[in-house]
């Protein structure tokens, strides 16, 4: 499938009715991150796609009377100052409540609706909770000025849980469009598929124990001592730049959980035609409504990660040839993937898609409380 040409976007685009205002912040809160080029590439940077997204759509509006949404362009996770280099979230709560001031006193839009028609995004652990320990997230819960808000967060379980308790959509983590792109020239998404079962990431043989809790609940250090060294088993615990190359090359794409259930690896190994096999209990996964993970995926619970050998043995000589021809559907792909201006069927089209659902039902309850 081909992408639409800009004009065809913005038309349909125009038909859903969204007027969306976007917040000119001082560029302290977003901007100024931007001089790292790793703020708009690194795998939270789903704030900085869905911000330039909106920017370059068609429901923009510059007129914030006529507006139904207003989105708030903070970007909290482009502080690179942790241990390993990677992106550390302690502030991102003070920030946020800054920006809130912000808004609240030189707007009047804010506290008309205290909030109820902005939108946030929150593409870290545990989203709109803002850390990345659960522990602590479900212990401080959404900031309490937050609580009327939209929140796009890629963040979900299916139960109850208090860092979802919020208007909110499930997105997927930011993965560079230019680099699934490239790696697919290189490899076709239904060329030769010579590893087995793939994961690249921390697999510790004693795994961190922070507050109590394990680094993935022990299932990477469960998945490396049971198939270490089954030869079928492509496993490394090292970074590799280039290991895109590697998850093109395999049939299925061990996605376990870290610290949180979500992971960027669910996004790259089903943009790069690998069967994602997900092993995140509870895990509610991005866009539910569009992407149809039961038909491209495979989940399997964490007490069972010792049998992954013979479920994946069971679904390569049953139905593995089913999965793939919906898994390679072009329409996947675009789904999971971010673009400057928004395409037809990617994944801030689908966004814009969501907040008009909401924007509607918001309208439908105010219509029935006028009755």
């Not at 259930?261 to 790069?272: F, G, K």
Request: hydrophobic share 40%; charged share 20%.
């Amino acid at each position: 499938m081909g992408n639409p040409s800009p004009n065809a976007s913005v038309r349909i685009l125009n038909e859903l009715k969204l007027k969306t205002y976007i917040y000119e912040l001082p560029s302290r809160y977003n901007a100024d991150w931007l001089t790292n080029e790793r703020c708009g590439s690194h795998l939270f940077a789903s704030e900085v796609a869905i911000h330039k997204a909106l920017m370059n759509s068609g429901v923009r509006t510059f007129d914030m009377s006529e507006a139904d949404l207003f989105f708030v362009p903070v970007y909290v996770s482009c502080d690179f100052g942790g241990r390993n280099g990677f992106p550390v979230i302690g502030h991102a709560r003070a920030v946020v409540a800054s920006v809130v001031e912000v808004i609240s006193s030189e707007y009047s839009f804010w506290n008309r609706s205290n909030g109820a028609d902005h939108v946030f995004v929150a593409s870290h652990d545990h989203g709109a909770c803002f850390h990345a320990m659960e522990d602590k997230a479900m212990a401080n819960g959404i900031p309490e000025f937050m609580k009327n808000s939209i929140i796009l967060q890629t963040f979900g379980v299916k139960h109850r849980h208090p860092c979802q308790d919020v208007e909110h959509v499930v997105i997927p983590p930011y993965v560079s469009p230019e680099k699934i792109k490239s790696t697919l020239m290189q490899y076709p998404v239904n060329g030769r598929r010579d590893i087995f079962a793939f994961f690249r990431g921390k697999m510790e043989v004693h795994p961190k124990n922070v507050s109590g809790q394990f680094y993935g609940r022990r299932v990477r250090t469960e998945i490396l001592r049971k198939f270490g060294k089954n030869k079928r088993f492509y496993l490394k615990r090292h970074r590799f730049d280039g290991y895109q190359s590697e998850i093109v090359r395999s049939v299925f794409c061990l996605c376990p959980r870290g610290w949180a259930p979500w992971s960027p690896r669910i996004v790259e190994a089903a943009a790069l035609g690998c069967v994602p096999v997900i092993i995140a209990d509870g895990i509610r996964l991005p866009l539910e409504f569009a992407v149809p993970w039961p038909e491209i995926s495979l989940t399997v619970a964490e007490k069972d990660v010792g049998q992954l050998a013979g479920i994946l043995d069971d679904v390569a000589v049953t139905n593995l040839s089913l999965i793939q021809e919906r898994l390679w559907d072009p329409k996947v792909r675009q789904a999971l993937l971010y673009h400057d201006e928004v395409e037809e069927g990617d994944v801030a089209w689908h966004i814009i898609a969501a907040l008009s659902n909401i924007v509607s039902r918001f309208n439908q309850r105010r219509v029935s409380g006028l009755k």
